[in-house]
């Protein structure tokens, strides 16, 4: 079978030693930023892609794929013990996983979060490697239409589930897709919205706002808040295994949150942000076993689905990146700048023309997660110990990385002035309650969906119904639309509305 | 008229704002056609709907009853304005005075942006985090950052 020998491939790309050595180094280094609230895999894939320019492709993407992943992993141990999310995508396990580790069963949930996602990772690595070919092929056969329409559905989709007001989220999107649109136009080479400043012409850099929006701005965030007495539960992580109770409870929900996670990971918008958010909604929905703990009081499930979800749908947010060459979040869209760097164009050739890469990267995923069960579990015990480092040492540190992360990117020092700008706006975003992921993805799909637009009027000669002839795109569009429909009926908005004011 | 919601309300007007400046903007540019768009023609189409969604947020805002008037809330000014500073410092001394000198300087500015300062605790963290930056990115990760204050070097 195909699957096999490529996997056998891949095996053997991922289990050389100095594979092996970049593989653990990623997945630590993803668990320490995962633990570590303020400083996201963003962040730092930002500061170490000048670094690459010496290594191979294959071990530099194994490094960046195992800092992402990691980060999932050590985001949940911070959501548990102080109830501050390392990560965006373990907003939802705090809830109830802080309530068990209040209740004592701090290892109980922190197993359940780590068992929930290495499963979901393997899943994830199997889907990636059975679906990845057969997508690769659909890839072949899109034209702008099908990337434009997809693009659309992508947002769309990014937005009917992420929390909050519906119509702020679009908005969010649209000005991500405006502000994208200072740059030179590629088609005419017309420099737009530059104001004669020569490095406006390449655009603003999305890393700029992604550390603007999300790193100053939550640290900014961060310290308006009055100072809360933070309980850290270091003491109280004795007994890891679950009990057979919580097996049972568990395990549905594990299963649940990773086909969940899987498929919103595929999509362009997706990723596990979205995948977290979405699984904790449908085990609220679930019914409950007579007896079982309340949600938001420390139940098992409520920790088990999102954090299985968010680790299927970081490993399955690599589909799009490697099959269509289209990035479904910031992290992705870093790696499409490493791969860049190392001279190989992403899309669907890439399996084609560099199988040891992109098997070796499938394979190094199941690998990575092996370890970091290893790193998260046993080792636990490491990572409490920096959690109890005051915040008053911590955040001056993650502005300085943030700061050496957008400096060393181009080696300019405009970016770092155009950062602090956006740690301002970012703030702004905050108190006004919007959302800054939407902003950025549509940041980043704005020039591709701008491209693939112009080049299919191009080619239809103006005439908009192209993108509803070609029956490829005119599904996806359909997809998207009835999304939003759904979400718009009056019972569903009321139940969304419900799933998300509890959290 | 009264605002029902204040989030909602600053945040129309955010939109609206940016949707009309990006909008006047375009005009600037060739809009094409639709069977050969211009460079203005995307940007024309979403501020416009940017606009359009923004006068939507305002009007809801000014409309529709929330709870309590969703209050802003109070600015947290010293944190804003200090780690804009910090950035911005950073920016402007790292190419001169380098790594040495940059990275201690941008910890203090930092550090007075929480609620406590105590020079003793900030020391320890500026030097720690000084050597921590040379060992990970110019032993380590080998990355081109000026060390020395440039009129040192030369």
Request: aromatic share 10%.
């Amino acid at each position: 079978m195909d699957l096999i020998t490529n996997l056998m491939l891949g095996f053997g790309v991922a289990f050389t030693a100095q594979n092996l050595l970049y593989a653990f180094f990623g997945c630590v280094l993803g668990t320490l930023i995962g633990v570590l609230p303020g400083l996201g895999p963003v962040a730092t894939i930002a500061m170490l892609l000048p670094s690459i320019y010496s290594l191979d492709a294959t071990p530099a993407l194994i490094m960046l794929a195992g800092i992402y992943y990691g980060a999932q992993y050590g985001g949940s141990t911070t959501a548990i013990l102080i109830n501050v999310p390392g990560e965006s995508s373990s907003v939802v396990t705090a809830i109830d996983g802080y309530q068990m580790a209040r209740q004592g069963r701090a290892g109980p949930a922190l197993a359940a979060a780590g068992l929930g996602s290495f499963f979901a990772g393997c899943v994830g690595t199997i889907i990636i490697a059975a679906f990845a070919p057969p997508l690769t092929e659909l890839a072949f056969k899109f034209g702008p239409q099908e990337y434009f329409s997809l693009m659309v559905l992508g947002l769309v989709g990014a937005v009917v589930l992420a929390s909050g007001s519906l119509l702020k989220a679009i908005s969010m999107i649209i000005l991500g897709l405006t502000l994208a649109q200072i740059n030179t136009d590629v088609i005419s080479g017309t420099a737009r919205y530059s104001f004669d400043i020569p490095e406006l012409t390449d655009g603003i850099g999305f890393v700029v706002i992604a550390m603007g929006v999300f790193g100053f701005g939550e640290i900014i965030a961060n310290l308006g808040m009055p100072a809360e007495h933070r309980e850290v539960f270091t003491n109280e992580v004795k007994g890891l295994w679950p009990t057979k109770q919580d097996f049972k409870d568990a395990w549905p929900a594990v299963l649940r949150g990773t086909s969940l996670g899987s498929v919103l990971g595929v999509l362009p918008g997706g990723g596990a942000l979205l995948a977290s958010f979405a699984a904790y909604t449908l085990e609220k929905k679930m019914s409950m076993r007579p007896g079982e703990v309340a949600f938001g009081k420390g139940n098992i499930r409520g920790v088990a689905g999102p954090e299985s979800a968010n680790n299927a749908g970081a490993q399955t947010s690599f589909i799009p990146m490697l099959t269509l060459g289209i990035p479904p979040n910031a992290v992705m869209a870093l790696m499409v700048g490493a791969m860049t760097i190392k001279g190989i164009q992403p899309g669907p050739q890439v399996m084609t023309s560099n199988p040891q890469l992109f098997w070796g990267l499938i394979a190094s995923m199941w690998v990575g997660n092996l370890m970091l069960v290893i790193l998260n579990l046993p080792l636990i015990g490491i990572w409490i110990k920096l959690l109890t480092v005051p915040y008053r040492f911590l955040f001056p540190a993650i502005t300085l990385f943030c700061c050496i992360g957008v400096y060393t990117l181009n080696n300019n020092q405009f970016d770092v002035y155009l950062t602090a700008v956006f740690a301002a706006v970012g703030y702004l975003f905050y108190k006004l309650s919007c959302e800054g992921a939407p902003l950025l993805l549509g940041f980043i799909l704005g020039p591709m969906m701008e491209e693939n637009l112009r080049r299919a009027l191009l080619l239809s000669r103006g005439d908009w119904s192209t993108f509803m002839i070609r029956p490829l795109s005119a599904g996806l569009l359909i997809a998207a639309a009835l999304m939003v429909a759904t979400v718009m009926l009056p019972s569903i908005k009321k139940k969304r509305e419900v799933a998300f004011v509890e959290d | 008229m009264k605002i029902k919601s204040e989030r909602d309300f600053w945040s129309g007007i955010m939109f609206t704002v940016v949707g009309i400046v990006f909008a006047v903007g375009a005009t600037n540019y060739s809009m094409g056609a639709s069977a050969r768009p211009g460079p203005g023609y995307f940007p024309l189409l979403l501020s416009i709907i940017l606009a359009i969604l923004g006068g939507i947020v305002l009007f809801k805002s000014l409309t529709i009853e929330t709870e309590g008037g969703d209050p802003i809330g109070s600015i947290a000014w010293r944190p804003l304005l200090v780690i804009v500073l910090g950035i911005t410092v950073f920016g402007v001394a790292l190419p001169r005075l380098g790594m040495v000198v940059t990275v201690p300087v941008l910890i203090v500015i930092s550090s007075f942006a929480g609620d406590e300062f105590k020079w003793k605790g900030v020391a320890v963290n500026a030097v720690v985090l000084t050597v921590f930056s040379w060992l990970i990115f110019v032993a380590g990760l080998k990355l081109t950052i000026p060390l020395w204050p440039t009129f040192l070097v030369n």
